[in-house]
């Protein structure tokens, strides 16, 4: 399996700009979750889903966020408009459901840099 | 709810040392409990992994046991080599069906040659 897969890797975009994050999960796995990373504010949930559902969408920061997930095997992240508080790692990581140890498998990461 | 908290700071050390990085947590419930390692540059990936009290994790030499009546899940490593250079997370799954992880603020760990 070729793991998670994000795109792109690097994303550098101007203030006011809108931003799409790309991610696909490993092929079976039905919880998708996108998390934000950066060294004030370490690793934070942004959203996560369960069978193309969003089921909590607490940790987005403000309305210029959304996620969608469409079908099992493709997901986004979008900023619009995007700001310079906006630049972190984004990270996608997927699971299974099949008991209380399913571990999350991650992405590589975009690394957005908005300026 | 649910959280875990590892100890301040990086830890810098030569190699071969001992390695420590504590982790403690609180639950509602019997969680499952995991060490998560970030290399640089990538994302993170499982290191080892415990679902009941007493179990021990290991994998790469590293071991956590976990500690129900310290509510710890430590992580040690006999001699650390430069390529352990990364950092540590330690997180749990609350084990009510979401799959969903809470992660410790991470440990930068440097091992120099």
């Known amino acids: 399996d070729a793991g998670v897969i994000q795109s792109p890797r690097h994303e550098v975009t101007e203030m006011g700009q809108e931003v799409t994050l790309r991610c696909k999960p490993i092929?079976?796995?039905?919880?998708l979750f996108w998390y934000r990373q950066t060294m004030m504010r370490g690793l934070e949930l942004l959203i996560y889903?369960?069978?193309?559902?969003?089921?909590?969408d607490s940790g987005m920061p403000e309305d210029r966020f959304s996620a969608k997930m469409p079908n099992a095997s493709f997901s986004t992240l979008k900023i619009q408009p995007s700001e310079p508080r906006d630049s972190a790692v984004y990270f996608c990581?997927?699971?299974?459901?099949?008991?209380?140890?399913?571990?999350?498998?991650f992405g590589p990461g975009t690394r957005l840099t908005v300026t | 709810g649910d959280s875990v908290t590892q100890m301040e700071g990086p830890v810098t050390l030569s190699e071969e040392a001992f390695l420590t990085i504590n982790c403690t947590y609180t639950a509602t419930g019997y969680p499952s409990l995991f060490w998560y390692v970030q290399y640089p540059g990538e994302g993170l990936q499982l290191l080892l992994k415990?679902?009941?009290?007493?179990d021990k994790g290991s994998n790469k030499g590293f071991e956590a046991t976990y500690r129900k009546e310290t509510t710890s899940f430590h992580l040690e490593k006999g001699s650390v080599q430069v390529s352990d250079s990364a950092v540590y997370f330690c997180a749990l799954s609350d084990g009510y069906g979401n799959n969903r992880l809470a992660f410790g603020k991470g440990n930068q760990v440097v091992v120099i040659p």
């Open positions: 990581a997927s699971s299974r459901t099949s008991g209380r140890s399913d571990e999350q498998y």
């Open positions: 415990a679902t009941k009290a007493d």
């Open positions: 092929s079976g796995h039905d919880y």
């Open positions: 889903f369960n069978n193309n559902v969003p089921i909590d």
